[in-house]
């Protein structure tokens, strides 16, 4: 009986702990995710189906810029999209894992002052169902990590709107 009662307390205990590791586990996951999407809340975008003429609605994140997940060359990769950028500026790092080639050198100036990089051309770059084939880019070896900046290489085919929180890209109607 002693025996058959110190079984139970140990199943019992036993399925505790697995109900207590489930869900750390499952709260932990779910907060991840909640952090991403205040980080990004549009990288749903990397999805959008191409040669959609809709406009492309964007949701500033928590930090109050406009990041998107979109795709050079094919390659997934998140985006800040930034009106003062000229060129789309690629992470050396990311550069090099797509084989980009390098078409000279330019000085930039950034918000960190004067850096020099390297011209090179983009043959895809899309962001939600919209796609511009031969992109002028640049190869900053400054930029960190898995973000790029869009610049106006790519935005310049777009109408923007910014209101409060959205700003909507819309393909540009030229004349």
């Not at 330019?106 to 850096?115: E, I, K, P, Q, S």
């Amino acid at each position: 009986m002693q025996r058959e009662c110190g079984s139970i307390r140990r199943t019992g205990m036993g399925m505790m702990l697995l109900f207590w590791a489930a869900f750390i586990g499952f709260g932990s996951w779910w907060f991840h995710g909640f952090l991403e999407s205040q980080r990004n809340p549009n990288a749903h975008l990397v999805n959008a189906v191409a040669g959609s003429e809709d406009p492309i609605v964007l949701e500033r994140n928590r930090s109050g810029h406009f990041v998107a997940t979109g795709r050079i060359n094919g390659e997934p990769i998140e985006f800040l999209l930034d009106t003062g950028a000229t060129y789309v500026a690629v992470p050396a790092h990311f550069a090099e894992r797509l084989g980009l080639e390098r078409a000279g050198s330019a000085w930039f100036n950034t918000a960190n002052g004067r850096v020099r990089g390297d011209l090179t051309w983009l043959d895809e770059v899309s962001l939600g169902g919209f796609t511009a084939a031969g992109v002028r880019g640049s190869i900053s070896p400054g930029l960190e990590g898995d973000v790029a900046l869009l610049g106006m290489s790519f935005l310049n085919r777009f109408d923007i709107e910014i209101r409060d929180a959205r700003m909507v890209l819309r393909p540009a109607q030229r004349p």
